[in-house]
T-cell receptor, first 116, second 111 residues
Framework: NAGVTQTPKFQVLKTGQSMTLQCAQD?????MYWYRQDPGMGLRLIYY???????DKGEVPNGYNVSRLNKREFSLRLESAAPSQTSVYFC???????????????FGPGTRLTVL | SQQGEEDPQALSIQEGENATMNCSYK?????LQWYRQNSGRGLVHLIL?????REKHSGRLRVTLDTSKKSSSLLITASRAADTASYFC???????????FGTGTRLKVLA
């Protein structure tokens, strides 16, 4: 049982390049999330997917797109990377407990992205 | 804007002392969670407390929730050097599926 896995662990991009961050969970969770964490800061929600087939914007969605490929996988795409997107990106998942409520979030190890 | 705000931003104590950090939030919630993050690492879940609960314990951790004041506190008793980390609270606004994180409290436990 691997929990939440993310690839790659590290990535360096040039301004304007594109890339996709991959996330997968094996806990049969309905909800998945993408966060970014800038140095010395908390996590900010980029996008989330309450269930398979749905995605919604979080606090800082500009410059990103997501795909909920299936129940297990939730990818984050940067179409044209900018230096302001240099950050550590975390994926998380949680179970849906009904009535618009979710349970504990479990996090992946993160992807350190640098945009030059 | 951030849903959760931790206080203090930084805390330095001696090993064996207790550490208390607080979290305030703005809207009604379903759950509040506390996480620990060691420098450069991922987040480790500590405790989830639901809106109808007032207190939860896990080992040396005690979490309280006061929904009337929209605040929570995390108490770490008999702290150890290994407790040195950043601690974050995360709240989910009622009726949504998303958690919003605070900016964290950086705890340093001196041996």
């Amino acid at each position: 049982n691997a929990g939440v896995t993310q690839t790659p662990k590290f990535q360096v991009l040039k301004t304007g390049q594109s890339m996709t961050l991959q996330c997968a969970q094996d806990m049969n969770h309905n909800s998945m999330y993408w966060y970014r964490q800038d140095p010395g800061m908390g996590l900010r929600l980029i996008y989330y997917s309450a269930s398979e087939g749905t995605t919604d914007k979080g606090e800082v969605p500009n410059g990103y797109n997501v795909s909920r490929l299936n129940k297990r996988e939730f990818s984050l795409r940067l179409e044209s990377a900018a230096p302001s997107q240099t950050s550590v990106y975390f994926c998380a998942s949680s179970a849906y407990t009904g009535g618009g409520k979710t349970d504990t979030q479990y996090f992946g190890p993160g992807t350190r992205l640098t945009v030059l | 804007s951030q849903q959760g705000e931790e206080d203090p931003q930084a805390l330095s104590i001696q090993e064996g002392e207790n550490a208390t950090m607080n979290c305030s939030y703005k809207t009604s919630i379903n759950n509040l969670q506390w996480y620990r993050q060691n420098s450069g690492r991922g987040l480790v879940h500590l405790i989830l407390i639901r809106s109808n609960e007032r207190e939860k314990h896990s080992g040396r951790l005690r979490v309280t929730l006061d929904t009337s004041k929209k605040s929570s506190s995390l108490l770490i008793t008999a702290s150890r050097a290994a407790d040195t980390a950043s601690y974050f609270c995360a709240t989910d606004r009622s009726g949504t599926y998303k958690y919003i994180f605070g900016t964290g409290t950086r705890l340093k436990v001196l041996a």
